[in-house]
């Protein structure tokens, strides 16, 4: 059974293993760890004012990640939204379970909106949020506050409901 957790350190180097994985062997993006310290230290980068990183588990087994950055004005930013190839799909709904969880996270700290950047080659990953309810928009009017990675170049906005 999947369960979703708050990070904890015994994590760290699984959540590095899957990311690294997925971004390098299936998507061939050209990144490395050094490229992405946040990893190195996700407490202090990620889980500061409203923020959190959550993990998706099979048993000790780390399958899932997402991550908010908590970016001021009630606004929020995800990153590290990640399934493992093998627990992915609509049978698991990790992804749901991932997002889901962040969402209430959100909606209990009040955030307004959340927003998020990924490439055009993640179509999956581009259906996903918009059959939940995100919204494409162009990086132009992204807060000015948005910590947009060098590769991303579509954006995303959600608009949190009470």
Same mark, same amino acid.
Do not use: W
């Given at each position: 059974?999947?369960?979703?957790?708050?990070?904890?350190?015994?994590?760290?180097?699984?959540?590095?293993?899957?990311? %690294?994985?997925?971004?390098?062997?299936?998507?061939?993006?050209?990144?490395t760890l050094a490229d992405q310290p946040d990893l190195l230290t996700i407490p202090?980068?990620?889980?500061?004012n409203k923020g959190a990183f959550w993990v998706a588990l099979n048993g000790e087994?780390?399958?899932?990640?997402?991550?908010?950055?908590?970016?001021?004005?009630?606004?929020?930013?995800?990153?590290?939204?990640?399934?493992?190839?093998?627990?992915?799909?609509?049978?698991?709904?990790?992804?749901?379970?991932? %997002?889901?969880?962040?969402?209430?996270?959100?909606?209990?700290?009040?955030?307004?909106?959340?927003?998020?950047?990924?490439?055009?080659?993640?179509?999956?990953?581009?259906?996903?949020?918009?059959?939940?309810?995100?919204?494409? %928009?162009?990086?132009?009017? %992204?807060?000015?506050?948005?910590?947009?990675?060098?590769?991303?170049?579509?954006?995303?906005e959600y608009k949190i409901a009470g």
């Open positions: 059974m999947i369960q979703i957790a708050h990070y904890r350190k015994e994590h760290q180097q699984s959540i590095i293993d899957l990311i %690294l994985g997925i971004q390098q062997n299936e998507f061939n993006i050209p990144i202090s980068f990620y889980c500061q087994q780390v399958v899932g990640t997402i991550a908010l950055i908590d970016i001021g004005d009630h606004m929020g930013a995800i990153r590290k939204m990640f399934v493992h190839r093998d627990f992915r799909g609509k049978e698991l709904g990790i992804a749901s379970l991932l %997002l889901n969880a962040m969402l209430k996270h959100c909606r209990q700290h009040g955030l307004a909106s959340i927003y998020l950047g990924t490439l055009p080659r993640l179509q999956a990953a581009m259906r996903f949020y918009e059959k939940n309810g995100f919204v494409q %928009l162009p990086k132009s009017t %992204l807060p000015h506050q948005f910590p947009a990675m060098t590769l991303d170049t579509v954006f995303y």
